[in-house]
Nanobody
Framework: EVQLVESGGGLVQPGGNLRLSCAATGLIDRRDCMAWFRQAPGKGREEVARILLRDDASTEADSVRGRFTISRDKNILYLQMVSLKPEDTAIYYC?????????????????WGQGTQVTVSS
């Protein structure tokens, strides 16, 4: 069984940085993908970034491109966040699944972590 445990959230001032981590255990292999999602109060869940485990190909959402970077080291997934804005305040979730290939590729998530709160406020 896949288990995902996030850490690294907290309170940060606007313009600050945070790095989220997600420790993955269980049956994750090179055919899989992983992703970071977030959900702000009163809003739906939004994919922030995703990565293919076979070659580390990644993509970020337009709303965070240039400020957030997804990466991994073995079974630890990271989300480096810089120049944080109040609108980045949300619960951030780590997810894992299988890639779906169309015109581009998406990560069809099957497993989720419990989430970590990120609050950007002065």
């Amino acid at each position: 069984e896949v288990q995902l445990v996030e850490s690294g959230g907290g309170l940060v001032q606007p313009g600050g940085n945070l790095r989220l981590s997600c420790a993955a255990t269980g049956l994750i292999d090179r055919r899989d993908c992983m992703a970071w999602f977030r959900q702000a109060p009163g809003k739906g869940r939004e994919e922030v970034a995703r990565i293919l485990l076979r070659d580390d190909a990644s993509t970020e959402a337009d709303s965070v491109r240039g400020r957030f970077t997804i990466s991994r080291d073995k079974n630890i997934l990271y989300l480096q966040m810089v120049s944080l804005k109040p609108e980045d305040t949300a619960i951030y979730y780590c997810a894992a699944g299988r890639p779906y290939y169309g015109l581009t590729w998406s990560c069809e998530t099957e497993h989720w972590g419990q989430g970590t709160q990120v609050t950007v406020s002065s």
